[in-house]
């Protein structure tokens, strides 16, 4: 309603008062959707606003605030020091013309994304605009109504309800509704069904809601839909919570509906952004465990692996090979069947699974280690979630935001505010974290700059890649299977990812130097060791992580 014909009238009225004889210094659109003119007087300073941020298209004033430092450009450099002659509404329709010394602004609040700011001349031809310059521009101002009928000639299979709204009285559903109620005919009637007297009675109170509505002084108030929305009224409705009054101005009124459907889609949006974040980040947690709960089941099938071993080793010939697989009769006198490389010998195949057996076990210790904590942050997402759907207010989601260290979703994004490390960080196992560079320059911040003289530095041997350092606060020397797990992932971030295996050269930072003159991301090692790893990160890691 606050762009309805009638609460138009009023606004213009209004505005007229106020700023008839201030000039027009600057006027700028912000964020594309509000176009504001700055207008001064000898006293004061107003902004005249106009918003079209669907479903919130409607004309609004207040004092001066000052312009926006960010998403704002300057339009309409036409009227820039132009006077303001008068403000008016042409016609009974949803369309205010600002009237100066240069050229006429009418802003058109129409639905449906058609509503537009037009900058017209003398002959009523159109010589700036908002949107649609190039359908536009230079041609006449078009002068078309959205009235249909008069209730005199309504189109047959029109009901009473559609007959008032659309009629020239130009109600609407709202104020066509409320004509329904006080004559006692049901809306949903075809009109042609009406009998004389109902339709002579539904026209006399239909005027006489019009009179009320642009009665001077008005009196508007805010009331609230079945819906639960507030809304604002020139008259009081039946069926509808009458919840304040703006007296005498319908503006202060505007401004007052604006304020709050600003502030309800402020918090629609950031329910949906941060429902969206929270979604997200549990199906990732979810997945994460269910990732981690698999290392931990190929961890118990260990002492399966080694029994296979131990009966390999138990075989007269222990320097066969060739065989796919082979049964043999276990300790119990069950049959076991065994897969072997055909390639290696029983022994070597035996190995192997010996080998096999070690990687499950630390894969599910390290698994084991971040369970808890990936089993906490589920609950942890569960219960926000919880919390944003019972949240009624933005206040709500700003405790949950900054929980969750998060910016205002309601911009464009939604990020971490905490400072994010700028190297891929591993929580590996017994209190070791490995950092592992992202791009060349990254590497040279990582090792020259971050690394300390006594962290573990490793790099894949021989192919680019990322530098890592591996650092704990309890050691120096890390153990072997942290080593190996740090080792894989340097090497999974390489080259050599797609290898078998990989050589990955370790060694503390201080033997490590950069030349004078070396290109970015090169260094030399004044001694190192070699470790032989596959490419791999540890169990629940992705490549997002």
């Known amino acids: 309603m606050v762009r309805h014909p009638f609460t138009i009238f009023h606004v213009a009225r209004e505005l007229d008062e106020r700023l008839r004889g201030m000039r027009i210094v600057e006027c700028f659109v912000h964020r594309d959707d509000t176009v504001v003119f700055r207008c001064e007087g000898a006293a004061d300073a107003m902004d005249v606003e106009v918003y079209f941020t669907e479903p919130i298209v409607a004309v609004s004033a207040r004092a001066h605030r000052g312009r926006p430092r960010h998403h704002t450009h300057d339009v309409f450099p036409q009227i820039r020091q132009a006077r303001i002659q008068r403000v008016f509404q042409p016609r009974r329709d949803r369309v205010l013309v600002i009237e100066t010394t240069t050229v006429n602004i009418v802003v058109r609040l129409y639905s449906g994304g058609r509503a537009n700011v037009l900058c017209v001349d003398e002959e009523n031809r159109v010589v700036d605009c908002l949107k649609e310059r190039d359908k536009l521009m230079g041609r006449e101002q078009s002068q078309g109504t959205e009235t249909s009928w008069t209730l005199s000639d309504v189109p047959p299979g029109t009901t009473v309800l559609q007959a008032l709204s659309r009629c020239t009285l130009l109600l609407g559903p709202v104020y066509a509704d409320e004509v329904c109620r006080r004559s006692d005919v049901d809306a949903a009637r075809l009109w042609d069904d009406c009998t004389a007297d109902e339709r002579d009675r539904c026209s006399r109170i239909a005027t006489a809601v019009v009179e009320d509505c642009l009665r001077v002084p008005p009196n508007p108030v805010v009331c609230r839909t079945p819906e639960g929305e507030e809304m604002l009224s020139l008259i009081d409705l039946r069926g509808h919570e009458r919840m304040r009054e703006s007296p005498g101005s319908v503006l202060v009124a505007v401004e007052d509906i604006l304020r709050t459907r600003f502030r309800e889609r402020r918090t629609e949006n950031t329910r949906r952004r941060l429902s969206a974040y929270v979604d997200r980040e549990l199906r990732k947690a979810e997945k994460a465990v269910s990732e981690i709960q698999a290392y931990i089941d190929r961890g118990s099938r260990a002492q399966e692996l080694r029994y296979k071993a131990d009966l390999l080793l138990s075989t007269p010939d222990v320097h066969r090979s060739g065989d796919e697989q082979v049964v043999l009769t276990g300790w119990s006198g069950e049959d076991v069947t065994i897969l072997l490389d055909p390639k290696l010998q029983y022994a070597e195949n035996a190995q192997s699974y010996y080998a096999r057996a070690r990687r499950a076990e630390v894969a599910a210790r390290t698994a084991q280690g971040r369970s808890p904590k990936l089993e906490a942050r589920c609950a942890e997402l569960r219960a926000m979630r919880d919390a944003i759907r019972e949240a009624v ?24 505010k905490a400072d994010v490390s700028p190297y891929r960080v591993f929580e590996l196992a017994e209190g070791w974290t490995l950092y592992v560079g992202r791009s060349a ?41 942290v080593l190996e797990t740090a080792a894989a992932i340097v090497a999974y971030y390489s080259k050599a990812r797609n290898a078998k295996y990989t050589p990955v050269v370790y060694t503390q930072r201080s033997h490590v130097r950069k030349p004078k003159g070396a290109a970015v991301g090169a260094v030399v090692l004044e001694r190192e060791d070699t470790i032989m790893v596959s490419p791999r990160l540890p169990a629940g890691y992705r490549e997002s992580d």
């Open 441 to 481: 320059q990254n590497n040279d911040e990582l090792t020259m700059k971050f690394a300390k003289q006594k962290d573990l530095w490793l790099h894949a041997r021989g192919v680019s890649g990322s530098h890592a350092v591996l650092r704990s606060s309890q050691s120096t020397k890390p153990p072997k299977n």
């Open 393 to 416: 207010s933005y206040n709500d989601f700003q405790i949950i935001m900054k929980k969750e260290n998060l910016d205002d979703p309601s911009g464009p994004s939604t990020a971490k």
